[in-house]
C-alpha cells in the first residue's frame, strides 16, 4: 500500500458530474441547477521541487477562483507519499497557512470546481487521488465527458470500486487500468484519454511527474508558464491568470491532443490524438475565462471589447448613455461606446463581495442575490435613453430583473445589446448553461424576449461576428450552445438529459 495522507479525513470521491450516469445507469436528475452558465472548473499543476509547491497552487487557485466556487483541492507529492487537502468552499475558505504547511513536496496538482449536478458534496471534490501499480496518482479535471456509460462498463469489469463517481474520477481509473496491465505511465495515460469522448484538460501528479494533458478538440484551456529559475520549472493553468499571479510567464498552450510530461528532465510533448481538431469553447472567451487571461496572444478583454463594437455597427440605436452589465458586459460596452460615439457611464454599481456564482437555486434567492450583487445609480439614470450591453442572456433572469429596476431608477428608454448570439441549446462539455427548456432562446424569438425583458429595443450579436472577431479560423471553435453543432457527438441517452428532442422555435 502506498501511503497517502489526507489531511481531510475524506476517502477518494465518488459521483458522477454533467451528464451523470448513476450507478444504475439512470441519467441523474439536475434539480437545484442555478439559472446562471455555471464555471467549468479551474486546475493547476506545477513541477519545481526547489520550491513552496502549494503556495503556488494556493494562489494560482485563487486566480482561478471564477472557474469553480464550490470546492477547492490541492494535492502534491512528496516522494511517493501524497498530501491531500480538499473541501468545499472557495479557496480561501479551504486553506491557511497551517493548512498550506502540512502539503510538502516536489510537484502538486490543484483543482476548483462547481459541481453541475444536484449533489454538492466534499467526497466530489478534486483532485481525485487513485492507486495504480506505479503508484499513487492525483487527477485535477476541467471538462465533461460525454461516453460515461460505456467507461464505466469497462471499469467495473476490472472491479475497480465504482458505486458512485465523476466522470472525473473514471479517466483516473482508467490510466490506472492501463498502467495496470504492464504500461509505463505516459504509454498507459495516453491509451487512457484515446478512450474518453469529451472535453477535459487535465493536470495529473504521479511521483515521476506532472502530465499536462487536452482532449482532441482542445474544447477547455489550458496553458504551460515556466518560473523564472535555474533549472526552468514549469506550471499548468487553466488560464494565464493563473500562471500571472506567481509571476510564472506564459510559454504556449498545450495543444488539443497534446501531452505535456513535466520531470526533473523537463518538458516532454506527446500527440497522442491521431486527428486532432480545434474547436475551443467559444464561450470561454465571451465569459468565461477571466477578461485579463490571455487567448490567441491577446487578453479576452481586447476581444469582448471588440464584439461590442462589432454590435454597435451591427445593431446602432440612438441614446444618451452606454453602460455595461459588470461585470462580463463591461469590455463589450466599453467597445459599443468607441464604436457609436455614444458617452460610456455607469448605471450599475455592483457589490464587489457578491461572486459570480452567488446567485442561488430558488427564485427568491436569485432576485435577492441579484438585487445585492447590482445596485443603479439612480441620478444618472433618471430621463436617460440607455444601452445596456451584457456578454450573454442564458434564463434571462439578469436582464428582466435589471430592465426592471432600470426603469424604476427613471430610464426613459431601456435598449439592450447582447454580445454574442441567442444560447439556444445546452453544453455538454462541462458548463452548465442548463437544460434547453430554461433557456430563453430556445423557445422565444428575439422579438418575443424583447417583449418579455420589457425593453425598447434587443439585439444580439451575430454568430458570424462572434467567430469572425476571434480573428482566428472560425472553424477552430465550438459554438454548439448557439448552433447546436456539437463538435462531438452526444449519445442518445446523454442528450435526453439536456435537450428538448422535439422541434424548438430558434
Ligand atoms: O440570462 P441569465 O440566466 O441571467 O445569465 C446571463 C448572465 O449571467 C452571467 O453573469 P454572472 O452574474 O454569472 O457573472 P459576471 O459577474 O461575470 O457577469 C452573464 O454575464 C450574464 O450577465
Ligand atoms: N465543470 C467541470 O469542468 C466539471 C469537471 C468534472 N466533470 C466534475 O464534475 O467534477
Ligand atoms: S456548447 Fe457552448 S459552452 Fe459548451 S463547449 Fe461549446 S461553446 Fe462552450
Ligand atoms: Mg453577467
Redesign the pocket.
Given at each position: 500500500m502506498i501511503p497517502i495522507h489526507s489531511v481531510t479525513s475524506d476517502e477518494y470521491p465518488h459521483s458522477l458530474r454533467g451528464a451523470a450516469i448513476l450507478a444504475n445507469n439512470q441519467i441523474e436528475s439536475h434539480e437545484n441547477r442555478p439559472?446562471?452558465?455555471e464555471e467549468a472548473c479551474g486546475v493547476f499543476g506545477i513541477y519545481a521541487p526547489e520550491q513552496d509547491v502549494a503556495k503556488m497552487t494556493y494562489f494560482g487557485l485563487y486566480a482561478l477562483q471564477?472557474r469553480g466556487q464550490e470546492s477547492a483541492g490541492i494535492a502534491t507529492f512528496e516522494g511517493t507519499h501524497v498530501h491531500l487537502h480538499k473541501d468545499m468552499g472557495l479557496v480561501s475558505q479551504v486553506f491557511n497557512e497551517t493548512i498550506l504547511e502540512e502539503l510538502p513536496g516536489e510537484l502538486a496538482v490543484g483543482h476548483t470546481r462547481y459541481s453541475t449536478t444536484g449533489s454538492s458534496r466534499k467526497v466530489n471534490a478534486q483532485p481525485a487521488v487513485v492507486e495504480t501499480r506505479l503508484g499513487l496518482l492525483a487527477l485535477a479535471h476541467n471538462g465533461n465527458l460525454v461516453n460515461t456509460v460505456p467507461l464505466r462498463e469497462e471499469l467495473l469489469k476490472s472491479n475497480f470500486n465504482l458505486v458512485t463517481s465523476t466522470d472525473s474520477e473514471m479517466i483516473a481509473y482508467a490510466i490506472a487500468q492501463e498502467v495496470n496491465t504492464g504500461l509505463d505511465w505516459l504509454e498507459g495515460s495516453i491509451r487512457a484519454f484515446k478512450r474518453c469522448e469529451g472535453a477535459f484538460s487535465l493536470v495529473i501528479g504521479t511521483a515521476d511527474g506532472v502530465m499536462g494533458v487536452r482532449d482532441p478538440n482542445g474544447i477547455r484551456p489550458l496553458v504551460i508558464g515556466t518560473l523564472d529559475s535555474d533549472p526552468i520549472r514549469y506550471v499548468l493553468a487553466s488560464e494565464t491568470c493563473g500562471l500571472d499571479i506567481i509571476g510564472a510567464e506564459y510559454l504556449r498552450d498545450v495543444e488539443p491532443g497534446e501531452l505535456v510530461w513535466i520531470t526533473e528532465a523537463g518538458l516532454a510533448s506527446f500527440h497522442w490524438s491521431p486527428q486532432p481538431e480545434r474547436k475551443l469553447c467559444i464561450f470561454e472567451m465571451i465569459?468565461f475565462a477571466r477578461p485579463d487571461s490571455l487567448m490567441h496572444n491577446e487578453t479576452l478583454y481586447s476581444y469582448r471589447m471588440r464584439l461590442g463594437r462589432r454590435i454597435a455597427k451591427e445593431s446602432p440605436v440612438n441614446a444618451d448613455i452606454v453602460f455595461g452589465?459588470?461585470?462580463?458586459?463591461i469590455p463589450a460596452a466599453i467597445g459599443f461606446s468607441q464604436a457609436s460615439g455614444i458617452p460610456y457611464g455607469e448605471g450599475l454599481i455592483?457589490n464587489r463581495y457578491v461572486g459570480?456564482?452567488?446567485?442561488q437555486p430558488t427564485q427568491t434567492m436569485r432576485e435577492l442575490g441579484l438585487r445585492m450583487?447590482l445596485n443603479p445609480l439612480k441620478d444618472v439614470l433618471a430621463g436617460k435613453r440607455v444601452i445596456i450591453v451584457?456578454?450573454?442572456?442564458?434564463?434571462?433572469?439578469?436582464?428582466?430583473k435589471l430592465v426592471k429596476t432600470l426603469r424604476e431608477s427613471g430610464a426613459e428608454e431601456v435598449h439592450m445589446r447582447i454580445s454574442s448570439p441567442p444560447v439556444t441549446h445546452p453544453c455538454f462539455y462541462g458548463i452548465d448553461t442548463?437544460t434547453q427548456d430554461q433557456l430563453?432562446a430556445a423557445t422565444k424569438s428575439v422579438a418575443e424576449i424583447a417583449k418579455q425583458l420589457e425593453v425598447d429595443s434587443l439585439a444580439y450579436l451575430s454568430w458570424e461576428g462572434m467567430l469572425e472577431e476571434t480573428r482566428e479560423d472560425t472553424n477552430s471553435f465550438c459554438s454548439a450552445c448557439f448552433t447546436g453543432d456539437y463538435p462531438v457527438a452526444i449519445p442518445e441517452q446523454v442528450k435526453r438529459s439536456k435537450l428538448i428532442l422535439e422541434k424548438v422555435v430558434v
Open positions: 439559472d446562471k452558465p471564477h465569459y452589465v459588470p461585470d462580463s458586459g455592483k459570480r456564482t452567488f446567485i450583487k451584457d456578454d450573454s442572456i442564458v434564463r434571462g433572469t439578469t436582464s428582466r442548463d430563453i
